[in-house]
């Protein structure tokens, strides 16, 4: 069973490697009587008319033919563009896009995840400034404010009110900046006719700011309206922003008063 072998092709004029490849026997071999016009047949005869010959060197060995694939389709992301295989190779799914480091991707850098957000009412922030503008925000310190920097773009969250219950179930669409930096419709934030007149406190600091993500609301209730049933062992911590993850009751409760299916929103 393991005895596939990853290998490599270097070009003794500059010693670039120039091809991966995984098999067994002598396949490592097989490319120096290749006549196809691939970039890989021509790069090994342009090598051999100046008298010389491609060095091939096993990287790794005695290996099942699932490793060999694997090693292999690491070497090629990695290289990727230096290389003239043709084949991306086994895995490719596995592996993030080239050129796309500068981001952070759904799938290899986070999941979108359901969360259970404190509304935390008062003198920076009022539920109905996040209804009508679309966003929610926590901050005026540290952990709040990196509560709301950890949301990512699709995370999907219940909005709770303490004393009151949970109120909208909303998915996130921009990450959290500064309040002094986010603008809802191309108009800032900060000048909007906004019901808590005080979130512009301490907006200057980068510690003390609230901030601010956007939010396309699904549903969301009056206070009065608020879904809360005592003894029935829902999930409202204290903190920011909590996952939902293992409350199976908590987002079973939720499911049946909002009516909807939060697995579904976030897919």
């Given at each position: ?136 925000s926590a901050g005026h310190g540290v952990r709040f404010r990196d509560a709301m920097l950890s949301f990512e773009v699709g995370d999907v969250i219940a909005a709770y009110l303490p004393k009151h219950g949970y109120l909208g179930i909303g998915k996130i669409t921009q990450e959290a900046k500064p309040i002094r930096d986010v603008s809802i419709n191309t108009q ?80």
């Amino acid at each position: 069973m393991n005895e596939y072998y990853v290998y490599v092709y270097i070009d003794p004029r500059n010693f670039e490697e120039f091809y991966y490849g995984k098999g067994k026997g002598s396949r490592k071999d097989a490319h120096l009587f290749d006549n196809t016009d691939s970039e890989k047949s021509k790069r090994i005869k342009a090598i051999k008319k100046i008298g010389l010959e491609p060095i091939i060197r096993v990287i790794a060995c005695e290996l099942s033919e699932h490793d060999a694939l694997l090693i292999e389709k690491t070497l090629l992301w990695k290289l990727g563009k230096q290389l003239t295989n043709v084949a991306t190779g086994h895995y490719s799914k596995n592996f993030r896009p080239h050129d796309t480091l500068y981001k952070k991707l759904h799938g290899f850098d986070f999941k979108n995840g359901l969360y259970y957000y404190n509304i935390s009412e008062g003198r920076h922030r009022n539920w109905d400034d996040f209804v009508k503008y679309g966003f929610i925000s926590a901050g005026h310190g540290v952990r709040f404010r990196d509560a709301m920097l950890s949301f990512e773009v699709g995370d999907v969250i219940a909005a709770y009110l303490p004393k009151h219950g949970y109120l909208g179930i909303g998915k996130i669409t921009q990450e959290a900046k500064p309040i002094r930096d986010v603008s809802i419709n191309t108009q800032p934030i900060l000048s909007l006719p906004l019901v808590c007149e005080t979130m512009s406190d301490m907006s200057d600091s980068d510690e003390k700011s609230e901030y601010v993500a956007l939010v396309d609301w699904i549903i969301t209730l009056d206070r009065t309206e608020a879904k809360f049933k005592r003894n029935a062992g829902l999930y409202t911590p204290q903190k920011a922003k909590a996952s939902l993850e293992n409350q199976p009751e908590t987002v079973k409760y939720l499911e049946k008063e909002f009516g909807i299916n939060l697995r579904e929103i976030m897919d």
